[in-house]
Nanobody
């Protein structure tokens, strides 16, 4: 049974850092693209960062470039999102998602088959 469990969210101040974790079970990370998404109140869910299957290519949305880092630990079956220089605009529920996808392209949000329950990140000014 595929399962994704996020952790690491919380309340922080602007400029702080936070590490989100996405624990994966029931599938082999080598063959799945993992994405971090976020949804702020009243806004649509948006992709923040992705890590591909295979070699682990990385993608960052413009809002994440230079501040966020995605990584994965195959032995721990975990994908991380390290966030630094956090801003109030980063306040959202962050979710990770997985899809069986070739590393040659990036899936659309609708292509992700499995989703975690989300973790709240709140950045105060």
């Amino acid at each position: 049974q595929v399962q994704l469990v996020e952790s690491g969210g919380g309340l922080v101040q602007a400029g702080d850092s936070l590490r989100l974790s996405c624990g994966a079970s029931g599938f082999d990370l080598r063959y799945y693209t993992i994405g971090w998404f976020r949804q702020a109140p009243g806004k649509e869910r948006e992709g923040v960062s992705y890590i591909s299957s295979g070699s682990g290519r990385k993608y960052y949305a413009d809002s994440a470039k230079g501040r966020f880092t995605i990584s994965r630990d195959m032995f721990k079956h975990t994908v991380f999102l390290d966030m630094s220089k956090l801003e109030p605009a980063d306040t959202a529920v962050y979710s990770c998602a997985a899809t069986y996808w070739d590393e040659g392209s990036w899936p659309d949000q609708s292509d992700y088959d499995y989703w975690g329950q989300g973790t709240q990140v709140t950045v105060s000014s």
